[in-house]
């Protein structure tokens, strides 16, 4: 069985990932100018945002699946958080904008939760 919170998570998650996606694809150089970028490449920014699009909308769209899709679901979220906060990590110390440590937190905030949901679905 798959808990009902971990389908309401499955909505939240498709909320906040077009929360980002919507701007990031629309226009990169503003958000992330907000947000203390000082120079933006929009391609990559925009590969960003698509992918946020692709997990986000995969999350709505299985959010009343099964048991298998949500751990297939759960093992590329899990993926994706964990090397997206690796990678911001690296850049933090690399001298990325003060935001990326915000990004590395939810990123890595979203990790721990799908563990211990994935955990769970074992």
């Given at each position: 069985m798959v808990p009902p919170s971990l389908r309401r998570w499955f909505v939240v998650h498709f909320?906040?990932?077009?929360?980002?996606?919507?701007?990031?694809?629309?226009?990169?150089?503003?958000?992330?100018?907000?947000?203390?970028?000082?120079?933006?490449?929009?391609?990559?920014?925009?590969?960003?945002?698509?992918?946020?699009?692709?997990?986000?909308?995969?999350?709505?769209?299985?959010?009343?699946?099964?048991?298998?899709?949500?751990?297939?679901?759960?093992d590329l979220k899990l993926l994706w958080s964990a090397t997206a906060t690796v990678g911001l990590l690296v850049s933090l110390l690399q001298g990325a904008p003060v935001a990326t440590g915000l990004f590395a937190a939810v990123f890595a905030a979203f990790f721990c939760l799908w563990g211990s949901y994935r955990l769970r679905l074992r």
């Open positions: 909320l906040v990932d077009l929360l980002f996606a919507v701007p990031l694809l629309a226009a990169p150089e503003l958000l992330l100018g907000w947000l203390g970028w000082i120079a933006v490449d929009p391609v990559t920014a925009r590969l960003v945002g698509a992918a946020l699009v692709g997990i986000g909308v995969q999350s709505w769209r299985g959010r009343n699946e099964g048991r298998e899709v949500f751990r297939a679901m759960l």
